[in-house]
């Protein structure tokens, strides 16, 4: 199903994400029944790019799907493009019977170019604080070089699916390799004990996410966590008055509508504005639709790899410093 330019599919057992949007699935299923659901059974062809007049453009070619020839990329001939097909292979070859537990799958598009990506659970659900979080696998690849193939520990808070990258310095999670690296059939295969290191990045970020809920909150953190949120404008002498009024109404609503809820639930603890910032940066932000992009899509490819998913982790990282 698309939700604008957006085509995914979820595990209804994991609850409505994503806006409950998508095509639902009512179990686990396995990596062929996901690619179907999810518009992902396809592969990639290769063809060489000429000019108006005939001429071979050196050193360039169109990536494009074979199922129904549409271009999805421009790249130079050294780009190795991954298929849909090869991030699900990756994904079973995490687990032991080669068979994944696969959550949810999609495409993003910006403009007409797509970036897949899907996630598979890896481990039994925690709890944090009386809430539920469900941990993953989260996998993507691109086709013109704006994202590497990356594999990364994520979690989901359940009450309110915030998406928690486990963006922790120094925390060893995830591989991203560039799709025009010489050595990236050896990292590939290298990458295989993602799973190992994943679980124990995991344990790492869910003891630390436990440590923040007896943290005491002070001002200079909430200020320090706002000025990543809202960052203060340089502006021009005509235009500091919207500038100001334009960061104090997203701070004004990051606190009345993200963090004093956290703290009457959760208490005035680090615990509370970690979640409060995850909150505002998947649900908060106001950003517009354009040509391309509607407010669904800007606010996923935010969500994921944009401006939202950078902030989040610096708060985590701003965020281990007691």
């Known amino acids: 199903m698309s939700m604008g330019n957006i085509e995914l599919a979820y595990v209804i057992l994991e609850g409505t994400t994503w806006h409950g949007e998508g095509n639902e699935l009512a179990a686990f299923p396995d990596s062929e029944t996901m690619m179907e ?68 799958a999609g495409t993003l598009y910006r403009g007409a170019l797509p970036t897949v990506w899907a996630s598979m659970k ?15 696998v989260f996998m993507t690849t691109d086709y013109d070089g704006k994202v590497a193939f990356t594999a990364k520990p994520t979690a989901i808070r359940v009450v309110c699916a915030n998406t928690h990258a486990m963006a922790l310095e120094g925390a060893g999670t995830g591989v991203n390799i560039r799709h025009n690296a010489a050595n990236r059939d050896e990292r590939l295969a290298d990458a295989r004990t993602l799973l190992t290191v994943t679980t124990a990045a995991m ?29 203060t404008v340089v502006a021009e002498a005509g235009t500091r008055s919207k500038a100001k009024a334009g960061r104090e109404n997203i701070i004004t609503r990051f606190r009345d509508d993200y963090l004093a809820p956290e703290v009457e639930l959760n208490g005035f603890s680090r615990y509370s504005l970690w979640n409060a910032s995850t909150g505002y940066l998947d649900y908060g932000q106001r950003l517009r639709k354009s040509a391309k992009n509607d407010k669904t899509q800007a ?24």
């Open 37 to 104: 659901a999810s518009g992902l059974n396809w592969d990639v062809g290769r063809s060489k790019m000429y000019t108006h007049a005939g001429i071979e453009f050196p050193g360039r070619e169109i990536l494009y799907r074979t199922d129904n020839l549409q271009p999805i990329g421009s790249v130079s001939t050294g780009y190795q493009a991954d298929s849909p097909r090869d991030l699900f292979s990756f994904g079973d070859s995490l687990v032991a019977d080669q068979v994944a537990t696969w959550s949810t």
């Open 122 to 136: 890896v481990e039994e659900d925690w709890t944090i604080a009386d809430e539920e979080y469900k941990p993953y």
């Open 203 to 231: 344990n790492r970020f869910k003891e630390w996410a436990e440590a923040t809920t007896s943290q005491r909150l002070d001002d200079a953190t909430i200020e320090a966590v706002q000025e990543i949120l809202a960052p």
């Open 299 to 322: 606010r996923t490819l935010s969500t994921m790899f944009g401006t939202a998913a950078r902030a989040k982790r610096d708060i985590e990282q701003l965020l281990t410093v007691v």
